[in-house]
């Protein structure tokens, strides 16, 4: 979402915007500096899709039997990628790269919240620091789940029938987003304030989420077409594309040009003024 | 920024606009030349004695095949003269346009009609679509001096001014009549069966079509009115048995068009295109064709065999004995060449209809040569389909016939001259779609232009904000490359919620952005795009429309008068707050109570209108009762009681804004006026979608748009009301009951703007709305003008780009041209009119002095 535009928005309006980005949210993440998590943190979503195209015949078939089946197996992946490669919700700033070491500290130093220390030396510590947010994840994607749902509903999903198909979906789509967010985040207000606005900078977490919802909102652009395909049913669609989306949201936002960067409107400086008044 | 350059530049986009619309329609509508006056036979037509003497033509509105043929049919008695070989039963193919008018026109002169006869269907004017003056099988009844007599459709009457000796006709102003405008034609049938001065009896039945419109095919009134119009078969065929003077009578039942699932027509769908056809008399027993009765019900409608409607008038007039018509396409129906005993007679028949095929034929090719000297060289590349298939087949015919002799002409020749008639019949149907490529890429050039000036105005207004501007180039490139795929055409419906809510989420993005919101109320502002968003989520379900899931269950037509409380409440508590919203936008100094009695005035109208229109919504509830206390007063007075009220509210809100400063007040007294209004226009499932606009509208008030944001709302929710209210690309969604409002003779301006309103109720309030919320906006300069005109041109330009590329595609007159018909009443009348002039231009003149 953020792009070039935004660049030169900014720099037409006199930077402004940096106004805008509130003191105590947390920092863009990054996959954890191991080799074997980086490796992974690009198999992850490609494993995914190959998952989601494998199974592609079966959930055309009978989606809510397929999806109900298959919400453990992503479960479990969702898991291990995020144990994995990302920083749980507790972990000190050093464990993200060296190379936004300096500002993570400084920003995180106000963070109100999950906050735990962690000596690094007692395994049953860190095997802690890890399990507790990956639990803390899930009971928050199960969370995520009937809210999703019902956004779903509101987006144009059938209300008074499919009513399986559609939480089965927010399911499976809480999961690629609210897990991870869960995982790394924890219950930190201010982070899922952002989240609600639209407002955290881009990173691998916040890519996968705003691009899970995005691609399931560009899913729903082949249903009326009158090919007459089984594939066409409601969920199918939405779910596949909410899977490539997310697919594309977390290789893209790690790169350069996008991470970091938030979605910004350039008429901010009418925001200003109504600052300088107030 | 140099305002008037701009101005200028959009107002001359705006003249392009209708320009290039208007070269565009000449070159996409065909003109097909007619042959003027009436057939006569040649001196060297053999005389063939004529089987029938009179006919009885029984149009029953509607009568899709298998209402006649099927299993479920309650047409039994004709479905036993069936099984005793007494009737020829076929299934009449309908072109699309499937309403009535155009249908009438090729049963009657055979010819293919034109697709602008849709438009004339429905602006059903007296002059332009009579065809008084082209030659039909009626006109050669008439012109031999025999008498015609017709009961029934009026349209009849319209078609045929003066032709009629005797005649009742029937208007369907309320399409919940299922019984009176039946009887009205029943009650005739005894007295003119007894009658021997005629020689052709018309009857057009409309009950079974109004039962279609309002509870479908399958509606428990179909299987009585089936009965019904059995008992009228059984009626008139046994008196053809019966009467010496009807022995030698024809009598034919059709339909002129089917319908579809949901009951309604237009389209092109199997079973719009599919109605009955079957020819009655005891003289087909001798032809021993006993076919199986009833029939299992297929879903393609074909049953029996499948004929063309225009193969009606040729027939006709070959068993009557006339002179085929001139303009006529249809093809001898062979089942009937057996009712002659010589194989001259039969073969003379055939050449007659090959013969006047062959003079359309030269006439709309008048460059193409049937002289057999000419073509014999060229027909030997063996063409069997076009004009040079039908050169060959001449030729052929030429060629047999020199050959044999007289006793077995008719077995070799005969099945050439079918041969040709067939190609003929195919070349010229195909050429009523005869473009003029040249004007259509002059039409898409001046439009193209004319998006073209506006665009750096559009580039300056969206430069202020890059998203917005990107969320503006997603709208206008996905709808214009929506415009190429039929099922996007006929489902527009969907982009328009699809981007709708895409639309809101932004505004939810802004409005957390928002410093004020974010510091005071930030609950508050999830809370109001949560309602714009569920509000946006109930309207999309009022009305199923398009083609897809056009069936499925909504509010207006399954929830609410399945609940008629519910929906009787809504509509009151609409009422009220069009009285508060009235109340309140009136000065103190006024005495405000005076106006409360319009909005009750414009309630009692209402329903006193469900009581005629759809009666079933009342049931019997207190309204009912207070419906038949208020019947003394006629509809047309009613109607005309709140128009005059609303109109003496404009001049109030006219006065106020001239007397002084009172410009926002003057407007909110236009936007109540006027909602009152589109209520007065709109079905009484609908009125509850008024008070889900004002909700709306109570959320966008307060969110401070910017003028882009703004006219980009209304934008959207214009188009998205469009569909919400239940209308479509189809030419079958028009909605025509709120069309004869306070009408009480027929005019064609006044009809025409009260269905155009009743049509764009949504569109209409919001485009009212938008200029309220501009009035509360901060930033004064943005001129929407500029911004609807690209949006407007590039539409446009997109459907007549999609109607170029693809008009050779099957879909081309049933998809593409019904979508085009659309893009032009929301360009000019939706845009300009409306848009420019009314949302625009009033409020632009107001602050000139």
Redesign the interface.
């Given at each position: 979402m953020a792009s070039h535009?935004?660049v030169?928005?900014i720099n037409q309006a006199g930077s402004p915007s940096q106004a805008?980005v509130e003191k105590s949210s947390a920092p863009p993440i990054n996959i954890l500096p191991s080799k074997l998590a980086q490796a992974y943190s690009y198999a992850h979503p490609i494993l995914l899709l190959t998952l989601c195209a494998a199974r592609f015949e079966a959930l055309v078939a009978d989606p809510v039997q397929e999806l109900l089946a298959d919400l453990p197996w992503l479960a479990l992946l969702q898991l291990f990628y995020v144990l994995l490669c990302l920083p749980p919700a507790a972990s000190p700033s050093a464990d993200s790269s060296p190379a936004s070491d300096a500002k993570a500290a400084r920003s995180r130093s106000g963070k109100p919240g999950y906050r735990r220390k962690n000596s690094g030396k007692n395994v049953w510590a860190a095997v802690w620091a890890k399990l507790m947010p990956a639990c803390l994840s899930l009971g928050l994607t199960f969370l995520a789940t009937p809210i999703i749902a019902a956004l779903l509903?509101?987006?144009?999903a059938p209300?008074?029938t499919h009513n399986y198909e559609t939480v089965l979906c927010a399911a499976h789509m809480a999961l690629l987003s609210a897990s991870q967010l869960a995982y790394v985040h924890g219950v930190d207000g201010s982070v899922w304030?952002e989240v609600?606005?639209?407002?955290r900078p881009a990173d691998t977490v916040w890519g996968s989420a705003l691009g899970t919802g995005l691609g399931a909102?560009f899913g729903?652009?082949p249903?009326?077409?009158?090919?007459d395909r089984p594939w066409q049913a409601f969920p199918i669609t939405i779910l596949v594309g909410a899977y490539i989306g997310y697919a594309l949201g977390t290789l893209l936002s790690r790169t350069p040009l996008l991470y970091g960067k938030r979605?910004q409107?350039?008429?901010?400086s009418e925001?200003e003024d109504?600052?300088k008044t107030? | 920024m140099a305002i008037f350059p701009g101005r200028w530049v959009t107002i001359l986009a705006n003249l392009l606009v209708p320009v290039g619309i208007l070269t565009f329609s000449t070159g996409f509508f065909p003109y097909k030349p007619l042959l003027p006056g009436l057939a006569i036979f040649d001196e060297s037509d053999a005389d063939v004695s004529p089987v029938f003497d009179k006919v009885i033509f029984m149009v029953v509105d509607a009568l899709r095949s298998d209402f006649v043929y099927a299993n479920e049919s309650g047409f039994l008695f004709t479905q036993s003269l069936i099984r005793a070989g007494a009737v020829l039963p076929f299934t009449a193919h309908a072109g699309s346009p499937t309403v009535t008018m155009p249908r009438l026109k090729a049963m009657t002169t055979g010819s293919v009609p034109s697709f602008l006869d849709v438009i004339l269907n429905i602006a059903e004017s007296d002059t332009t679509s009579t065809l008084a003056y082209q030659d039909t099988w009626l006109a050669q009844l008439k012109a031999r001096g025999d008498r015609l007599v017709m009961y029934g459709d009026d349209t009849w009457l319209k078609l045929f001014p003066g032709m009629f000796e005797r005649s009742d006709g029937t208007t369907s102003f309320f399409v919940s009549d299922f019984v009176e405008v039946d009887q009205n034609v029943t009650r005739h049938i005894p007295t003119e069966l007894a009658e021997s001065d005629w020689s052709a009896l018309v009857m057009h039945y409309l009950g079974l079509d109004h039962i279609g419109h309002k509870a479908g095919p399958r509606s428990p009134f179909m299987p009585s009115k089936q009965q019904e119009m059995d008992a009228v078969v059984k009626a008139i065929y046994t008196a053809m048995q019966q009467e010496p003077h009807l022995q030698s009578t024809l009598f034919v039942l059709c339909g002129d068009h089917g319908m579809n699932d949901a009951g309604n027509h237009g389209g092109s769908s199997a079973g719009e295109t599919s109605p009955a056809l079957l020819f009655v008399s005891p003289k087909f027993e001798v032809l021993g064709n006993t076919l199986e009765s009833p029939v299992e019900a297929s879903d393609d409608f074909q049953y029996y065999r499948s004929v063309e409607q225009a193969d009606i008038t040729p027939t006709l007039a070959g068993l009557l004995g006339l002179p085929i018509p001139l303009n006529s396409l249809g093809v001898f129906i062979p089942e009937f060449l057996n009712m002659w005993d010589s194989g001259s007679h039969k073969l003379d028949i055939l050449h007659r209809n090959a013969q006047q095929l062959l003079n359309t034929v030269k006439a709309t090719f008048p460059g193409v040569s049937f002289d057999p000297e000419d073509i014999a060289s060229s027909c030997s590349s063996g063409a069997v389909s076009g004009i040079e298939g039908a050169q060959c087949a001449w030729f052929q015919i030429h060629q047999l016939s020199r050959k044999t002799s007289a006793e077995d002409a008719f077995a070799i020749v005969g099945p050439a001259f079918q041969r040709f008639s067939q190609i003929a019949q195919d070349v010229m149907s195909s050429t009523a779609s005869d473009y003029n490529v040249s004007r259509l890429g002059l039409g898409l050039l001046i439009t193209g232009i004319a998006a073209l000036i506006v665009f750096p105005a559009v580039c300056q207004e969206c430069a202020?904000?890059?998203?917005t501007g990107?969320f503006l180039a997603l709208l206008v490139v996905g709808y214009g490359s929506m415009m190429f795929?039929?099922?996007?055409v006929?489902?527009e419906q969907?982009f328009w919620?699809?981007i709708c809510?895409?639309w809101i989420f932004y505004l939810?993005?802004?409005m957390?952005?928002?410093?004020?919101t974010r510091r005071s109320a930030?609950n508050w502002s999830?809370i109001a795009t949560?309602g714009l968003?569920?509000s946006q989520?109930i309207l999309?379900?009022w009305n199923q429309t398009?083609?897809?899931f056009t069936a499925e269950?909504d509010i207006a037509r399954n929830f609410l008068p399945s609940h008629p409380l519910f929906l009787w409440v809504l509509v009151i508590l609409t009422y009220v707050d069009s009285g508060r919203g009235l109340f309140l936008s009136l000065p103190t100094a006024f005495p405000r109570v005076v106006v409360l009695v319009l909005p009750a005035l414009a309630f009692m109208f209402k329903i006193n209108f469900v009581a005629n229109d759809s009666p079933e919504l009342l049931a019997d509830s207190v309204l009912s009762w207070l419906e038949k206390s208020l019947k003394i007063v006629p509809l047309v007075s009613q109607a005309r009681l709140v128009f005059g009220g609303i109109v003496c509210c404009i001049v109030l809100a006219i006065a106020m804004s001239s007397r002084s400063k009172t410009a926002p007040a003057s407007n909110k007294l236009v936007h109540e006026a006027l909602n009152l209004f589109l209520m007065t226009q709109s079905r009484a499932t609908n009125i509850p979608v008024f008070l889900v606009f004002r909700i709306q509208a109570l959320i966008l008030i307060p969110m401070d748009l910017?003028g882009l944001e703004v006219t980009i709302v209304t934008l959207m929710m214009q188009y998205m009301t469009f569909f919400a209210f239940g209308g479509s690309n189809a030419i079958s969604s028009v909605d025509l009951s709120s069309a004869y409002n306070g009408v009480g003779s027929y005019s064609v301006v006044m009809v025409g703007i009260l269905t155009f309103v009743s049509n764009w109720a949504g569109p209409i309030w919001w485009v009212s709305m938008g200029h309220l919320l501009r009035s509360h906006e901060a930033v004064g300069s943005h001129n929407p003008a500029a911004l609807l005109t690209f949006h407007t041109a590039m539409s446009l330009v997109s459907v007549m780009a999609a109607c170029t590329a693809l008009r050779t595609h099957l879909f081309i007159w049933t998809v593409f041209s019904p979508k085009y018909l659309y893009s032009i009443a929301w360009a000019t009348a939706n845009h300009v009119l409306v848009n420019l002039l009314g949302g625009v231009g009033l409020p632009a003149l107001r602050k000139r002095p």
């Open positions: 535009s935004h030169s928005s805008f509903v509101m987006f144009g209300l008074t304030k609600w606005g639209i407002a909102w729903a652009i249903i009326p077409l009158d090919w979605i409107f350039s008429s901010e925001e109504e600052k107030n | 202020q904000s890059t998203y990107g795929a039929s099922s996007y006929e489902e969907q919620y699809w809510s895409g939810h993005i802004k957390t952005r928002s410093r004020r930030f999830s949560l968003i569920m989520r999309r379900r398009g083609q897809k269950p910017t």
